[in-house]
């Protein structure tokens, strides 16, 4: 689930003839760009995420093609705040039940495709699966798109997202890279320590993940285990989707201290390595 930070236009500094040079031989060894220009891609790469975009987009429509008519217009609505979420609940309950397979895949396809593509809204998402299906069902439910989502994005990052990221992300980019760079034999813990926390906006993230060089196994281990905690607040809060007033009393203070705690354990055996070391 994305947790949305400004975006800042850095301004071009200097960027003489003999700068392209070292910037491409930067890239080369694997470090983020030097920010400064808005990120313009290739053509293979402006190829590529057209192909990828007209894939996921052709894959919906054919759940939806394909999808039982009743209440077909309902369906094709995304939840933009918690009055639309009420709506749906009430509207799609019935649908949701009778035809859950076709439901589910339909759900399945549009939270993919909004985290894929960085869409907001998901949240709104999560809290539908806690009415329609309760906190076990729709825990597995949100866990298993909200990881499928951010693999997919990892994919189209590792194709297309360096130059976005370089841009949108500058400060965060160099600080996770050195992060990385410093946690290399724990670097599941620390995975795991960001997904539980909030330190790190998620669609940051899964966005640079590949361009730090975390490997994709220790990507989807931490995200399909560093998900639950949120997950589960944010199903249980759709549980009782009537009590909530709004989406930011899901993580307040007592929430905030409890996944900071929990992301504490997933990071004690670095800490305590490196105390050993020092030692």
């Given at each position: 689930m994305a947790m949305p930070f400004a975006r800042r236009d850095i301004e071009a500094a200097g960027a003489g003839a003999g700068a392209s040079s070292d910037d491409s031989s930067a890239a080369k060894k694997g470090k983020p760009e030097l920010p400064g220009v808005r990120p313009a891609l290739t053509r293979s790469e402006a190829f590529a995420f057209a192909a990828v975009l007209a894939l996921f987009t052709a894959g919906?429509?054919?759940?939806?093609?394909?999808?039982?008519?009743?209440?077909?217009?309902?369906?094709?609505?995304?939840?933009?705040?918690?009055?639309?979420?009420?709506?749906l609940k009430d509207n799609l309950a019935v649908y949701a039940r009778d035809y859950q397979a076709n439901f589910i895949l339909g759900y399945c396809s549009i939270y993919i495709f909004m985290q894929t593509f960085?869409?907001?809204?998901?949240?709104?998402?999560?809290?539908?699966?806690?009415?329609?299906?309760?906190?076990?069902?729709?825990?597995?439910?949100?866990?298993?798109?909200?990881?499928?989502g951010a693999s997919s994005c990892y994919f189209v990052s590792k194709l297309i997202g360096r130059p976005l990221v370089s841009w949108l992300w500058p400060e965060k980019l160099r600080y996770f890279q050195s992060e990385i760079a410093k946690r290399k034999e724990k670097l599941l813990n620390y995975m795991l320590f960001l997904r539980i926390t909030p330190t790190l906006p998620n669609t940051f993230i899964n966005m640079a993940s590949p361009i730090v060089d975390i490997p994709f196994h220790i990507f989807f281990a931490a995200t399909l285990v560093g998900l639950i905690p949120a997950s589960y607040i944010t199903v249980k809060a759709g549980r009782a989707l009537g009590d909530l007033r709004s989406v930011r009393e899901l993580y307040d203070f007592k929430t905030l201290v409890v996944l900071f705690?929990?992301?504490?354990?997933?990071?004690?055996?670095?800490?305590?390595?490196?105390?050993?070391?020092y030692e």
């Open positions: 919906i429509f054919c759940v939806f093609l394909t999808a039982p008519q009743r209440e077909f217009g309902q369906i094709l609505r995304l939840p933009r705040s918690l009055a639309d979420v009420r709506l960085m869409i907001p809204g998901t949240i709104f998402m999560s809290l539908l699966a806690g009415a329609l299906f309760g906190v076990v069902k729709g825990g597995i439910l949100v866990v298993f798109t909200a990881t499928a705690l929990i992301g504490s354990v997933a990071i004690a055996p670095t800490i305590l390595k490196r105390k050993r070391t």
